[in-house]
């Protein structure tokens, strides 16, 4: 059994209501992946025994957008990728989760309009291998901190980096979401079970 502790986004609904949420589909995605698992919310800094940690999608940095949820959301994954790192627990960036990895790493990160219907190609640089993904983010990763990370795939429209890993700890991040297709896909499987 796999322990999963996801980190939520984190939404300003009412005057004063902040919500912790996730998308239902990912519970049904991680059961695809792990048909046994147990899900924990991590939507307050805490220590827990984990086995994978996601940072998920739904949120903008708070160096780019300054508010209270975004301050949150940011707090909770800094935390969260330094316990991974200490407690040498696997963790994974899926689209905001890629950009907090990449902000923490101090990589380069700009404002471009990403969200496209059809999504768009992207190219692995081990093996030239290439497929589509979909796109739903208003920022990019323009270049990551090769001190650290290690640019596994960009976009094909603009060479941004849609895929990267750390070199020395199990971090990975993603740009795109498996969880919003209709009918998971077997590449994300592949990849996201290589790594975790």
């Known amino acids: 059994m796999k ?3 996801i980190i939520p986004s984190i939404k300003k609904k009412y005057l004063g ?3 912790s949420c996730i998308d239902l589909r990912l519970y049904t995605f991680l059961s695809f992946l792990f048909p046994k698992n147990k899900i ?54 899926i689209c905001y989760g890629a950009q907090s990895i ?22 692995l640089t081990k093996n030239n291998d290439s497929f589509r993904v979909n796109s739903y983010h208003n920022y990019a990763i323009k270049k990551i901190n090769n001190n650290y990370l290690e ?10 980096i849609e895929i990267f890993k750390h070199q020395n700890h199990k ?7 498996p969880e919003r297709y209709k009918k998971f896909r077997k590449i994300d499987k592949k990849i996201l079970l290589n790594f975790l």
């Open 171 to 177: 971090i990975l991040g993603i740009m795109w979401h």
């Open 40 to 93: 924990e919310i991590l939507n307050k800094k805490k220590k827990i025994h984990l086995d994978i940690i996601i940072s998920i999608g739904g949120n903008d940095l708070y160096k780019f957008k300054k508010n209270a949820e975004n301050k949150i959301r940011y707090s909770l994954d800094k935390f969260y990728i330094k316990y991974a790192i200490k407690k040498k627990i696997k963790f994974l960036g």
């Open 151 to 160: 640019n596994l795939g960009y976009s094909k429209i603009d060479k941004t």
């Open 17 to 19: 209501q902040i919500e």
């Open 102 to 123: 990449a902000h923490f790493y101090k990589s380069q990160i700009i404002k471009k309009n990403h969200v496209l219907k059809r999504g768009h190609i992207i190219n």
């Open 3 to 5: 322990k999963i502790g």
